[in-house]
C-alpha cells in the first residue's frame, strides 16, 4: 500500500533549517525532531503536514515564528494541522 507514495527527500538543507527554527526560537530547543520533521516537510513543499503533535508543530501560538523563520530562509511553510482539522467536522 505505501509502495505509491515518493519518498521525501532528505538533503543537505534539511538540517540547516531545523536547527534555524531552534536557534530563532520558533521551536523550543528540546523539540529537534519536530524541527527535523517540520523541515523535511517545508523544503519539500508538502502541502499539509498532519501531526496529533500540538504542543510543537500543530500549535497557533507557533505558527507566526515558525512562519517568519521558514521565509527568512528562504521557504514557504504550508499548512501544520491535526487530521481532525484537514477533514473538518466530519460528524
Same mark, same amino acid.
Given at each position: 500500500?505505501l509502495?505509491?507514495?515518493?519518498? #521525501?527527500d532528505i ?5 540547516? #533549517?531545523?536547527?534555524? +527554527? +531552534?536557534l530563532d526560537? $520558533? ?11 517540520? &523541515?523535511?516537510a ?6 499539509? +503536514? ?6 510543537h508543530? $500543530?500549535n $497557533?501560538?507557533l ?8 521565509? $527568512? &530562509? ?9 487530521p +481532525?482539522? #484537514? #477533514?473538518?467536522?466530519?460528524?
Open positions: 500500500m509502495v505509491s507514495i515518493p519518498r #521525501l538533503g543537505a538543507q534539511i538540517e540547516p #533549517l531545523a536547527q534555524r +527554527l +531552534l526560537g $520558533a521551536l523550543p530547543a528540546k523539540a529537534y525532531l519536530d524541527a527535523l520533521h517540520l &523541515a523535511t517545508t523544503i519539500n513543499g508538502i502541502q499539509f +503536514l498532519l501531526t496529533w503533535n500540538c504542543k508543530l $500543530a $497557533a501560538i505558527w507566526d515564528r515558525i512562519e517568519r523563520t521558514c521565509k $527568512a &530562509a528562504g521557504y514557504r511553510p504550508h499548512a501544520i494541522c491535526t +481532525l482539522e #484537514l #477533514l473538518g467536522d466530519a460528524t
